[in-house]
């Protein structure tokens, strides 16, 4: 079984990045966009006061990270067919065996907590946001 890797250009580096591991970044940005459209939907919505917005987003951003890390905790090797970056991929294109389950759940496992990383890091902004607003009053 032929694996095709492709090149893109990753921060300079000149990485080649493999199928699988491009799909599952945009699937994660995907989701990603759907939860911090939700949230700028709840947060206009739900509040009129610009701190509790902020501290909306910030809540719904850290509910994000931890559903990411308990998502990521619950994949192993066997489970890692059923996500959708695999599904996605033509079988030529899948790692083959047991080793490329390995790397893929490991690339997987990597992706979602930089992801959750980020999100993290959004939630102290909008929180910081709100409390330097709360005490600014």
Same mark, same amino acid.
């Given at each position: 079984m032929v694996i095709c890797y492709f090149s893109i250009r990753r921060r300079g580096l000149g990485r080649t990045v493999h199928p699988f591991s491009e799909k599952a970044f945009y699937l994660l940005l995907w989701r990603a966009i759907l939860v911090a459209l939700m949230a700028v939907v709840l947060?206009?919505?739900? @509040? !009129?006061?610009?701190? &509790?917005? !902020?501290l909306i987003g910030a809540n719904v951003a850290l509910l994000? @990270? &931890?559903g990411l890390i308990a998502w990521k905790s619950q994949l192993d090797e066997k489970q890692i067919v059923r996500t959708e970056a695999w599904r996605t991929l033509g079988v030529e294109e899948r790692p083959a065996g047991e080793g490329g389950r390995r790397w893929a759940l490991n690339s997987l496992e990597e992706l979602a907590l930089q992801f959750a990383k980020a999100s993290s890091a959004v939630a102290i902004a909008l929180a910081g946001t709100a409390l330097v607003m709360s005490a600014a009053q």
């Open positions: 947060m206009v919505t739900r @509040s !009129f006061e610009l701190g &509790v917005a !902020f994000f @990270s &931890v």
